[in-house]
Nanobody, 117 residues
Framework: QVQVVESGGGLVQPGGSLNLSCVGSGFISSPIYMGWYRQAPGKERELVAD????????NYAASVKGRFTIARDNAKNTLVLQMNNLKPGETAVHLC??????????WGPGTQVTVSS
């Protein structure tokens, strides 16, 4: 079964850091795209950061650029999201998306990040 699963969510204080991992499995070949998204309560899902191809090119939302970093391991079909200086308004379910070479969008179940004192 082809799937991606997120992990690493939890409670973090404002200004703190948290690392999330997205691990893909069952891929006959590497995803052509992987990205991290988040969806706060009552809000639309938004892109946090993503990457394409097999190089180190990355793209970040303006609101997180400079604070968040993604790192992809193509061999392991993983995407790590390093979040620094988290803000109180960034409590959200964080989801990983992967696009298999054969098409479509694959979403993980999500992992909750709560930023609170």
């Amino acid at each position: 079964q082809v799937q991606v699963v997120e992990s690493g969510g939890g409670l973090v204080q404002p200004g703190g850091s948290l690392n999330l991992s997205c691990v893909g499995s069952g891929f006959i070949s590497s995803p052509i795209y992987m990205g991290w998204y988040r969806q706060a309560p009552g809000k639309e899902r938004e892109l946090v950061a993503d990457t394409t191809g097999y190089d180190d090119k990355t793209n970040y939302a303006a609101s997180v650029k400079g604070r968040f970093t993604i790192a992809r391991d193509n061999a392991k079909n993983t995407l790590v999201l390093q979040m620094n200086n988290l803000k109180p308004g960034e409590t959200a379910v964080h989801l990983c998306q992967a696009r298999p070479p054969w098409g479509g969008n694959l979403w993980g179940p999500g992992t909750q990040v709560t930023v609170s004192s």
